[in-house]
């Protein structure tokens, strides 16, 4: 009696033992069922594996649809989705990093590291949200950089401090921008907010070292001009109709005003809003405009970095979310 080959399976209907009936088109072994007389074929994993993949990364990096048949093409790259790439840490230290998180439709977040010069996708993480522990277990696995470059998160900015205590941050001047506008609406209605939205635009044109002079010159001229507006205070006795009252005996009466001007203020004060500029000739030129007339205007100290444009610029990652 011919002993049953190593590689007969058992039949996926009744269970029983199958055995050789032939070969298919391709020459591979065909076999059959001892009971049921099932038919099964072996299927090339790796020639399909292959060709898949290449199909696979050609559509989903591709502007085009899916090619030829879109059920047979999707269930040719069906094993695709299985796959999950990895970056492995390449050791390099790099001038300057840029971090952020997308959050995707299906409720998860994807965390990604790029570098700043080159725009390459340095290490990415999934997540839910973007929290600290997500951002530390992003970070330890890369060097330290010279220059962080977010969007002023706390879990991120805490997460970059815990594993480069020394590191520098740039905040990004597009979400600076943005949430100053949130503040103070595109059309103002106040004086003191369109001068100030004025300021705001202009912080994007910024791009030598005497232009930021200027720029916080003029910043703290607007608040001086403005301190007592800024410090008026609105109380609930005065006006019992307004939801605030109930939780609150005070408030601010230009409260958005306000935020928007001490963003500013404390960002230029943690050397987060000019970090993009040479600090040495930033700093003369802030001399000199306190010579003209500021001398009591303190200054700030600013680190080395690069301007941040978060991943809007073509050239560089895409981020088709902003």
Known sequence: MRTRSSRAGICGMCGSPMKKNGHDRLGSQRWMCTA???TRGVRHYRCRGRGGLGAFLAWLLGPASQPGPSRTFRRRIS????IRPRLEPDGVVRHVLMADGTYLRHG??????IDGESGAV???RWCRYETTADYLALFERIPAPDVLVCDGMRGIETAARS????IRIQRCLVHVH???VNDLTRRPRLQAGRELKRLVDALMRIGEP???ARWMVQLHDWERRWHAMLHERAFARE???DPRAARQSWWWTHQPLRRCYRRLERLWRNGALFAFLDPYRFLDQLHEQRKEGHPDDDTPGMGHGIDWNEFHNPTRYLNTAD
Not at 163 to 166: E, F, G, M, R
């Open 178 to 180: 943005r949430d100053c």
């Open 36 to 38: 049921c007389d099932a």
């Open 79 to 82: 094993d695709c989705w299985r």
């Open 122 to 124: 340095v290490a990415f």
């Open 239 to 241: 006006h019992p109709d």
């Open 210 to 212: 005497d232009q930021a």
């Open 108 to 113: 998860r977040c994807l965390l990604i590291a």
């Open 163 to 166: 594993a480069w205590p020394s």
